[in-house]
């Protein structure tokens, strides 16, 4: 129940961001650029939830298997939901449009004497 938690865990943010998200104005590799990273800060938080459920399962060792199973549900629907929601808010702010659409025109001022 836990790898299967932490994989849905994992997955939640580039998902989300991937179908339901803003699109990148830059170029496809940035874009997946930032899939990826999304992925990292998923597996860290799906890290971060093995070690929360294991620890949740110490303290419920005496209750009933239902118990554990109900707090390992709840917890990885609260994960996904706010990695899902963050997946779907993000928004690129590192380029200006104008950088993105046109890099190789020259914006200095011309030398040009009259």
Request: glycine share 10%; charged share 15%; with cysteine.
């Amino acid at each position: 129940m836990r790898v299967i938690g932490a994989v849905l865990i994992s997955v939640a943010l580039p998902v989300a961001h991937m179908y339901w998200g803003e699109d990148y104005p830059g170029d496809g590799q940035r874009a997946f650029g930032f899939i990826i990273m999304f992925l990292m800060i998923g597996i860290g938080v799906g890290a971060f939830y093995i070690v929360l459920a294991t620890v949740l399962h110490i303290l419920l060792r005496d209750k009933r298997f239902r118990w554990a199973l109900l707090c390992d549900s709840v917890l990885i629907a609260i994960l996904v939901l706010l990695l899902g929601y963050a997946g779907m808010t993000a928004q690129s702010q590192g380029y200006p449009a104008q950088q993105i659409a046109a890099p190789d025109v020259d914006t200095r001022p011309s030398s040009q004497s009259e």
